[in-house]
């Protein structure tokens, strides 16, 4: 089981050692990033879940993966709110940064590599796409009332803006329904989805270079530590007890729920917080520190529950 995560950390160190020695440019985290979200992950996903379908076994442990979610972003919250008093829009950033998981650049990955295909995790790119951001966006626009304008288009496109969710839609459609891919558009497909994994690996290692930004706020490294905390060692904890006592779950089942649950913070985290007028610094360390933790946790847990 370590030597799946081999390949991973890796290629993540590649990225990372690209970014600091600027070999391949400033707009290359950009770049390789819209590339993986907007072309090799959707096609990654729609060949993955036309041939492999969701299957109802997983309920549980999305289930379960769920519960450990709404636990720690409501912690995550609470704390923001009466504990650092911070305002509605930095504490609707401080769930998102205790519970939202980074299915995408590091989820697929993992569950490629670990798991042996990425239906699982597909499921959770839709419950945090077509629930958790609407509720997410809808929150912080609320926020932000003086700019009320485009609050309802914004969340009513969410889909039409996401090629990873309808991906994730089409691939579940037709993978139920027995629908294959012509040859032709399923070699395209797989063609790219082959470069999803490594492209995003690589474009994980590039953002986690550390940028300056004298003009930020100084966070008191308690909060930072908090919602790493949540995210990255509590949450596979309590997804691991409601999945093996609350839902009598085992096997690869069990692991699959507890390796998504201790995914570090999403980068959407970051994105969010800074199109709504918040400081990117807090969110930008969560996700640099929990991804560094994930490194130890993930590993743990997959080889606990191997």
């Not at 590039?206 to 004298?214: A, D, E, F, K």
């Not at 729920?257 to 199109?275: D, E, I």
């Amino acid at each position: 089981m370590l030597v799946a995560f081999v390949p991973i950390w890796a290629l993540t160190a590649v990225g990372f050692v690209a970014g600091r020695t600027g070999v391949l440019g400033a707009g290359a985290v950009d770049v390789l990033g819209r590339f993986v979200f907007y072309v090799a992950m959707p096609a990654a996903l729609l060949d993955t879940l036309t041939r492999q379908p969701v299957g109802g076994a997983a309920g549980r442990g999305i289930a379960a993966f769920v519960c450990a979610t709404l636990l720690m972003g409501a912690g995550g919250f609470l704390a923001a709110r009466y504990v650092f008093k911070r305002p509605l829009a930095e504490q609707t950033v401080a769930a998102m940064a205790s519970g939202y998981v980074n299915a995408g650049n590091l989820g697929i990955p993992v569950a490629a590599q670990v798991l042996g295909n990425a239906s699982f995790i597909a499921v959770v790119l839709l419950i945090q796409t077509v629930i958790l951001t609407p509720i997410i966006l809808s929150t912080l626009d609320f926020a932000q009332a003086e700019h009320p304008g485009g609050r309802w288009r914004r969340l009513l496109t969410v889909p039409l803006r996401s090629p990873v969710l309808l991906a994730c839609l089409s691939g579940v459609v037709l993978g139920s329904l027995g629908v294959r891919l012509p040859k032709l558009v399923a070699d395209v497909v797989g063609l790219l989805g082959d470069a999803a994994v490594p492209s995003a690996l690589v474009a994980l290692g590039l953002s986690l270079v550390p940028t300056r930004n004298p003009d930020a706020e100084a966070r008191r490294p308690v909060e930072v530590g908090l919602a790493v905390f949540l995210k990255s060692c509590l949450q596979p904890v309590v997804c691991l007890v409601v999945a093996r006592v609350g839902f009598g779950l085992t096997g690869c089942d069990l692991l699959a729920a507890v390796l998504c649950s201790a995914l570090p913070t999403a980068q959407n985290t970051f994105v969010y917080a800074r199109a709504h007028g918040v400081d990117g610094t807090y969110s930008r360390d969560v996700i640099v520190v929990s991804t560094a933790v994930s490194m130890v946790t993930l590993t743990v847990a997959a080889t606990l529950l191997q």
